[in-house]
């Protein structure tokens, strides 16, 4: 399954395309991060860590997870 990864430095955030359902709590939750009309869409920089694994815990089709770097 296709991922692509976006990172702050201290975590990757996972998304599967293929699991999306397009259902836009990320944009909704933090339009500062989640863009779809940008290139790269996800600019996981533009929030804490905190707040990225709250909103990813919200995606509701599993599409977006994370992990932490080490």
Known sequence: M????Y???EITILWKPTLCIHAGVCVKMLPKVYNPKDRPWIKSE???SEELKVQIAKCPSGALSYKINS
């Open 46 to 48: 533009n929030a804490t």
């Open 2 to 5: 296709e991922t692509h990864e």
């Open 7 to 9: 990172t702050n430095g």
